[in-house]
């Protein structure tokens, strides 16, 4: 009888890229910001206009539209919030570096996923190491002040030719 560990990411990579370049996600996290916000103020506006109709019939359909505004407007503002940062993981076991968003309640997500021997190329300085993705893009700089880490993630590299 034999074991064997599983090591295949059960995950797939996110479809959003890590990098975006032109801004287009905080542009729409604005719009959807100023969206909410203008929702709210016009539930709000709906009960102090001047001249309103207080009849009975009217003021239940303003309840109405005025709830579904404010809810809808908070709920869009709730959305509009920056994702958090990614985390870098180097597993020196595996040899690959992840960047990992944590999110809130669930399951981590993968944004990305490189093994050493993948990476384009790898600089040290010092206590700093750069690394660049198989695409030459930069995708993390690691300082470590954990002298056993540093050395583990060296070594690795220089096993995989990524660092003299």
């Known amino acids: 009888m034999t074991a064997s560990a ?6 797939p990579d996110a479809i959003e890229p890590v990098r975006m370049a032109g801004g287009g996600r905080m542009i729409v996290r604005g719009a959807q910001r100023l969206l909410g916000v203008s929702m709210t103020l016009a539930a709000l506006g709906l009960w102090l ?3 309103a109709s207080w009849e009975s019939d009217v003021m239940l359909f303003k309840l109405i539209l005025s709830l579904t505004a ?3 407007g908070l709920g869009l503002m709730g959305a509009s919030t920056a994702p958090r ?19 809130r309640g669930g399951a981590d ?3 990305q996923s490189c093994g050493f021997a993948k990476l384009s190329r790898a600089e040290q300085d010092g206590n700093s190491v ?12 690691v ?7 540093l050395s583990s993630l060296v ?10």
Do not use: H, M, Y
Not at 130 to 141: I, K, N, S, T, V
Not at 143 to 149: G, I, M, N, Q, V
């Open 143 to 149: 300082s470590l002040t954990d002298r056993k880490a």
């Open 6 to 11: 599983e090591f295949i990411n059960t995950q």
């Open 155 to 164: 070594a690795g590299l220089r096993d995989v030719g990524k660092l003299a």
């Open 109 to 111: 997500q993968v944004l």
């Open 70 to 72: 404010v809810i809808a």
């Open 130 to 141: 750069f690394l660049w993705d198989q695409a030459g893009l930069f995708l993390a700089e």
């Open 49 to 51: 206009a001047p001249g």
């Open 85 to 103: 940062a990614p985390e870098i993981q180097i597993d020196t076991i595996r040899r690959e570096v992840r960047l990992v968003r944590r999110q």
